[in-house]
């Protein structure tokens, strides 16, 4: 009896003791890791002290390079993709509405000067805030000082449903409209001069004439008030035009219309409104382009599986010569030295043919030239390229509707051969899919401009 006593009394006191061991060690594991997480001040270690955040990938803000699959038949380089944190602070939507056509140009505006603290002399006095003294020094006189100004890129658009004209600086995007002449549903639009002439085109009520209609909007001054009134004053030009381009100064267009079995090329000057008939051919089915002074381009509309050729023209002596062909579904885009012309073919494979050495280089690049544009001296590409290419009949199918594309934008050296990858719009905050068309870049090439074909909406992309 008692053993069995001293039996229960001692397994008692081990079973106190087995808990207050419990309990410390508890204790001592909680205490080590609040003093841990006290010691880590927010933003110079780790990732915060939301536990559940830590695991979940939506959450974190760290970044992180996404990952890259090249366009079809792309080989021999390493893409170069911006980190996500510039892409999408450098990619932004323009339009708020579908636009026909747009045009970059140099836009002047009043420069924003923090003024400099004024500080006393080591006399204690503080210096005068007057202007600056001009003429007579004696009379005491002072001329103001004028406000400093910048010229910066700017932007107009076409509003595709309304005809409006938008406007806005690429660097601060105020949408505003400028316009107030409406000409319903404008298909495609034209821009000169500096943003002060553009050619609408749009079909009649009867469904199926072309009219173009040649406008002037009026100048803008600085300092002046400025009114969203404004009419567009112009002209039509004959109707059924099936062709246009736009000289290199943006002074003048270049049209193609039928006049009886013949088709008939015609500059119009934007300002003086003069007409000049350059060009006649039995051939019809023709696709022009004005990279030069010095060159007109044309090439045959393209189709799958029919060859495609392509000529040039001095519009001075009127001469046409041919360039290259027997290409299955040719497009092409010359650059502005007329010298190198990117095409693509019913593979929609990219090449360069030289026109002084008449060699041909693949590129390795899968998109149309008409996704393309070609840097100011000629020696870049920039491209809207697809991530992926279905099955079909190109680039029919592209152009009526039955495929669209998915593209990143691509940089290639014409030089080095090399090609980067500037920009995957899905990856960045915007996500969205882009089809890219109408590529544009402003002067000093800081900024990428594009039209979604998905929508019609006008992007820029910083590039610098």
């Known amino acids: 009896m008692r053993h069995v006593i001293f039996h229960n009394h001692m397994s008692k006191r081990n079973f106190i003791l087995l808990v207050i061991i419990l309990v410390t060690v508890v204790a001592a594991i909680f205490g080590f890791f609040y003093f841990r997480r006290s010691a880590t001040t927010p933003g110079t270690g780790g990732v915060g002290t939301n536990f559940i955040s830590q695991f979940n990938p939506f959450g974190s803000n760290k970044t992180t390079t996404p990952a890259v699959t090249p366009p079809a038949n792309v080989s021999g380089y390493q893409p170069n993709l911006e980190p996500a ?8 939507k323009v339009s708020g509405m579908p636009v026909a056509g747009f045009t970059i140009y140099s836009k002047e505006r009043l420069k924003v000067v923090v003024p400099a603290p004024i500080l006393p002399s080591p006399s204690g006095e503080v210096p005068s805030k007057t202007g600056s003294t001009t003429g007579n020094l004696g009379t005491g006189k002072t001329k103001p000082t004028p406000p400093l100004t910048e010229f910066m890129p700017a932007l107009r658009y076409v509003d595709k449903v309304t005809g409006n004209v938008y406007e806005t600086f690429a660097d601060k995007i105020e949408e505003r409209k400028f316009s ?49 009134a404004n009419e567009i004053k112009g002209s039509f030009l004959p109707e059924n035009i099936k062709d246009m381009s736009v000289s290199p100064d943006a002074g003048s267009v270049f049209y193609l219309f039928n006049v009886g079995d013949n088709m008939v090329g015609t500059t119009f000057n934007l300002t003086t409104n003069k007409k000049v008939q ?5 051939f019809t089915e023709w696709l022009s382009q004005w990279p030069n002074n010095k060159m ?12 495609g050729y392509m000529y040039a023209m001095d519009p001075n002596n009127k001469n046409l010569n041919k360039i290259f062909g027997k290409i299955n579904g040719l497009t092409t885009l010359t650059s502005p030295d007329g010298k ?3 095409y693509g073919n019913d593979n929609l494979s990219l090449g360069i043919y030289h026109l002084d050495t008449k060699v041909a280089n693949i590129l390795g690049v899968k998109t149309l030239p008409e996704k393309c544009f070609w840097g100011k001296i000629s020696d870049v590409v920039y491209c809207a390229v697809p991530k992926f290419i279905g099955a079909g009949q190109y680039p029919d199918a592209w152009y009526q509707g039955e495929v669209s594309f998915s593209d990143q934008i691509w940089k290639m050296d014409i030089k080095t051969g090399n090609a980067t990858l500037i920009l995957d719009p899905i990856t960045t905050s915007v996500g969205e899919e882009i089809d890219g068309i109408k590529l544009a870049l402003d002067d000093g090439e800081n900024y990428l401009f594009f039209v979604n074909k998905k929508d019609s909406s006008l992007w820029e992309f910083g590039l610098k």
Do not use: C, H, Q
């Open 85 to 92: 944190t510039k892409t999408n602070a450098k990619l932004k």
């Open 180 to 228: 107030t002449t409406i000409i319903p549903r404008i298909y495609e639009a034209y821009w000169g001069n500096k943003g002060e002439s553009v050619v609408m085109r749009y079909l009649k009520t009867d469904g199926k004439t072309i009219e173009t209609f040649a406008g002037n909007l009026p100048k803008e001054y600085l300092g002046a008030d400025t009114t969203a």
């Open 278 to 282: 350059i060009f006649i051919s039995p």
């Open 296 to 307: 007109i381009t044309f090439t045959t509309k393209p189709s799958s599986g029919l060859p």
């Open 340 to 342: 190198l012309v990117l």
